[in-house]
């Protein structure tokens, strides 16, 4: 067994023939000899047991009344502009329950730019839930370049012209990991009433479709 030494700042050379290094850009194994003195980057410490990433939800699933007026107004942004549209996801501290906030944003065919802002007083940001429009709810190039740094809970809903279709997952250093959409939502999105709606948010603003949308809005690429 080698001892591990981590390189923070200040760290000076221990005085052992080999040792492992454990620094911001990997783990280096570090011999010295009479001939040589070497760091070789290594994947892992051989004697130690193998993990896998994971990450694992733990709060209660989001309500059916937080997500019927989510879907509201998914839908009624969808139906002025045929576009994408997004809400963040907070947790009220000590009450435990989800809160939704409409960010000013730009919403167009295939994305929507939102501006995140602080939190509400009392309240912690879990996540976000946008939609797809007409496309399938799925988690785009987009939204991974958009979560890269946003960990938290994030919901794509799509199919907003017919039967609402999911998407669920956690988002952790840049590592999307899957969720059941049962094991986050208290119903799924096409078991609430479609007739509840949410008043406009008076932030949104629209952009023009792209030209290669088809009628009911859905672009060649989200």
């Known amino acids: 067994m080698f001892p591990i030494y981590v390189k923070e700042p200040g760290f000076r050379e221990p005085e052992e023939p080999i040792y492992y290094l454990l ?33 694992e939800f733990l709060l209660p699933a989001i309500p059916a009344k937080i997500l019927a007026e989510t879907m509201a107004f998914f839908r009624e942004i969808f139906r002025k502009y045929r576009a994408e549209a997004a809400v963040l996801l907070y947790l009220r501290e000590g009450a435990g329950e989800y809160e939704i906030r409409i960010p000013p944003q730009r919403v167009s065919g295939g994305h929507c730019q939102y501006e995140i802002g602080p939190n509400p007083a009392g309240c912690l940001r879990v996540g976000t839930i946008h939609s797809h429009g007409a496309a399938e709810a799925f988690h785009s190039e987009l939204d991974d370049t958009d979560e890269q740094y946003d960990d938290g809970f994030h919901v794509t809903i799509g199919s907003l012209h017919a039967k609402p279709s999911v998407s669920c997952s956690l988002v952790v250093d840049g590592r999307r990991f899957d969720l059941r959409p049962e094991v986050a939502l208290e119903v799924m999105p096409w078991q609430l ?30």
């Open 23 to 55: 620094t911001r850009n990997g783990i280096f194994q570090v011999k010295r000899t009479p001939l040589f003195r070497s760091r070789i980057r290594v994947p892992g410490l051989l004697w130690l047991e193998n993990e896998e990433e994971a990450a």
């Open 193 to 222: 009433d479609p007739t509840i709606r949410l008043e406009d948010a008076e932030d949104v603003t629209a952009e023009p479709l792209p030209g290669d949308s088809d009628s009911s809005g859905r672009p060649s690429a989200i």
